[in-house]
């Protein structure tokens, strides 16, 4: 990229010589003809053009968002007398939202109750109903997760350097709608705070006046050459934040993928950094909500409904520990469930999930409290719920370890979670 852009800077010093070379000539001596004619007698060849055409239309065609209607019963686990504890999902009559919150240290077995729940949903609508996971942490190889993948046909999309992301963070939005611009500054400075509100306005001027130059939205590449060749090469707050970006390689800007109709499992890299991951997973969360608000509600047909997605976020602790990203993962709660979409929202601890300014907990229909540390009852009850007989949570509490979780479906139960490593050996 530094090559680039001095390139492009030694290419305008160098057109501004020959300018002034023309300006000196006699013209009517036809000097200017022979200064034009020197390179040619000298060679010059034509090279191929790498210009990157994106798809006109910027955002996916939300009308072809496959859906099913075929009804879903999840099996979370046992209880401790054996009895399994079943939920119909999409049965109107029981739930109207299929939201999940799942707290719990690692080694709890949340993951692993996650991606049963995912097996389940796979296999019971014939591998209609989708899934997207974000792996905040990214340290399972393909090699592990072999044997889940193959069972939920889902792909998986190893964020590594020089194998980024297929996706343009502003290439996949028409920029004619200057919220979209905003909103890419606004994200860059919720996760990069040597971003303040100074630098973050004149981005948004910056990348406005890349569209109004070029009639098209810029790379992050694009982006930067243009900033740096306006800054004579010197760099800034927010062109190194760019640079960051860029040479994290967590994107590859110059190839498209289709999120919706495939399940991916999306593994960040766990060498850059936590920001760069924060960013780029917030990205595309928000890039999903924006094309599924566009594809409109589900139908209700024999009280099931029509589901479209599942989106899971391990780690979710990262973005609602935010606020100025919590509004949109509330949005995103309240927002999507007519529109036929699971989200699970997976995080270290109960407390994760409730803020002064908002309760999750709210919003999430069904909470799964497993192995946390702080297991008082009054951080657990927020989460579950309110509860009959604290005493009997207290003690039922003491017997909290991995691979249980404590639930709140009629009364706190404590169950037995349904674990993917055990569903595989049978």
Same mark, same amino acid.
């Given at each position: 990229?530094?090559? %680039?852009?001095?390139?492009? %800077?030694?290419?305008?010093?160098?057109? !501004?010589?020959?300018?002034?070379?023309?300006?000196?000539?006699?013209?009517?001596?036809?000097?200017?003809?022979?200064?034009?004619?020197? $390179?040619?007698?000298?060679?010059?060849?034509?090279?191929?053009?790498?210009?990157?055409?994106?798809?006109?239309?910027?955002?996916?065609?939300?009308?072809?968002?496959?859906?099913?209607?075929?009804?879903?019963?999840?099996? %979370?686990?046992?209880?401790?007398?054996?009895? $399994?504890?079943?939920?119909?999902?999409?049965?109107?009559?029981?739930?109207?939202?299929?939201?999940?919150?799942?707290?719990?240290?690692?080694?709890?077995?949340?993951?692993?109750?996650?991606?049963? #729940?995912?097996?389940?949903?796979?296999?019971?609508?014939?591998?209609?109903?989708?899934?997207?996971?974000?792996?905040?942490?990214?340290?399972?190889?393909?090699?592990?997760?072999?044997?889940?993948?193959?069972?939920?046909?889902?792909?998986?999309?190893?964020?590594?350097?020089?194998?980024?992301?297929?996706?343009? $963070? #502003?290439?996949?939005?028409?920029?004619?709608?200057?919220?979209?611009?905003?909103?890419?500054?606004?994200?860059?400075?919720?996760?990069?705070?040597?971003?303040?509100?100074?630098?973050?306005? =004149?981005?948004?001027? !910056?990348?406005?006046?890349?569209?109004?130059?070029?009639?098209?939205?810029?790379?992050?590449?694009?982006?930067?050459?243009?900033?740096?060749?306006?800054?004579?090469?010197?760099?800034?707050?927010?062109?190194?934040?760019?640079?960051?970006?860029?040479?994290?390689?967590?994107?590859?800007? =110059?190839?498209?993928?289709?999120?919706?109709?495939?399940?991916?499992?999306?593994?960040?890299?766990?060498?850059?950094?936590?920001?760069?991951?924060?960013?780029?997973?917030?990205?595309?969360?928000?890039?999903?909500?924006?094309?599924?608000?566009?594809?409109?509600?589900?139908?209700?047909?024999?009280?099931?409904?029509?589901?479209?997605?599942?989106?899971?976020?391990?780690?979710?602790?990262?973005?609602?520990?935010?606020?100025?990203?919590?509004?949109?993962?509330?949005?995103?709660?309240?927002?999507?469930?007519?529109?036929?979409?699971?989200?699970?929202?997976?995080?270290?601890?109960?407390?994760?999930?409730?803020?002064?300014?908002?309760?999750?907990?709210?919003?999430?229909?069904?909470?799964?409290?497993?192995?946390?540390?702080?297991?008082?009852?009054?951080?657990?009850?927020?989460?579950?719920?309110?509860?009959?007989?604290?005493?009997?949570?207290?003690?039922? /509490?003491?017997?909290? !370890?991995?691979?249980?979780? #404590?639930?709140?479906?009629?009364? $706190?139960? /404590?169950?037995? %979670?349904?674990?993917?490593?055990?569903?595989?050996?049978?």
């Amino acid at each position: 990229m530094i090559f %680039l852009k001095l390139y492009r %800077l030694h290419l305008k010093d160098g057109l !501004e010589i020959w300018n002034n070379k023309l300006n000196n000539s006699d013209i009517t001596k036809g000097d200017h003809i022979s200064l034009l004619l020197e $390179p040619i007698k000298k060679g010059l060849n034509k090279r191929k053009s790498n210009v990157y055409i994106p798809n006109s239309d910027k955002t996916e065609s939300t009308n072809l968002i496959n859906s099913t209607n075929k009804p879903i019963e999840l099996n %979370l686990g046992n209880e401790l007398n054996g009895e $399994p504890i079943k939920i119909k999902i999409n049965d109107e009559t029981e739930y109207t939202s299929r939201h999940f919150g799942i707290a719990g240290t690692t080694g709890s077995g949340k993951t692993q109750l996650v991606f049963d #729940l995912i097996y389940q949903i796979s296999k019971q609508t014939d591998y209609e109903l989708n899934f997207t996971f974000f792996d905040f942490k990214g340290t399972d190889t393909r090699e592990k997760l072999d044997s889940f993948l193959s069972s939920t046909k889902a792909n998986f999309v190893d964020i590594k350097h020089q194998n980024g992301f297929p996706f343009s $963070p #502003l290439k996949n939005y028409d920029l004619s709608n200057q919220n979209y611009i905003e909103s890419f500054a606004s994200d860059l400075r919720t996760f990069f705070k040597s971003i303040g509100q100074v630098q973050s306005a =004149s981005l948004v001027r !910056e990348i406005k006046d890349y569209y109004f130059d070029n009639k098209s939205s810029p790379t992050l590449d694009d982006l930067l050459e243009n900033i740096l060749e306006k800054n004579k090469g010197k760099f800034d707050t927010t062109t190194s934040v760019l640079q960051q970006l860029i040479n994290s390689g967590i994107y590859d800007e =110059s190839k498209s993928y289709s999120i919706f109709n495939q399940s991916t499992y999306i593994s960040m890299p766990s060498e850059v950094t936590k920001e760069i991951k924060q960013f780029v997973t917030f990205n595309l969360l928000k890039y999903m909500y924006d094309n599924i608000k566009k594809s409109g509600d589900t139908a209700v047909t024999n009280n099931i409904k029509a589901l479209k997605h599942v989106i899971i976020i391990d780690e979710a602790q990262n973005f609602l520990q935010h606020k100025n990203a919590r509004p949109v993962i509330e949005s995103m709660l309240r927002e999507l469930r007519s529109m036929g979409i699971i989200i699970i929202l997976i995080a270290q601890e109960t407390q994760d999930f409730i803020y002064k300014d908002f309760n999750f907990m709210s919003q999430i229909q069904f909470p799964i409290c497993a192995n946390v540390k702080d297991k008082s009852s009054k951080r657990i009850i927020p989460f579950l719920g309110s509860v009959n007989s604290e005493v009997k949570l207290t003690a039922q /509490l003491a017997k909290l !370890e991995g691979g249980k979780a #404590l639930i709140n479906i009629g009364e $706190p139960k /404590l169950i037995e %979670l349904k674990q993917w490593w055990k569903t595989k050996q049978r």
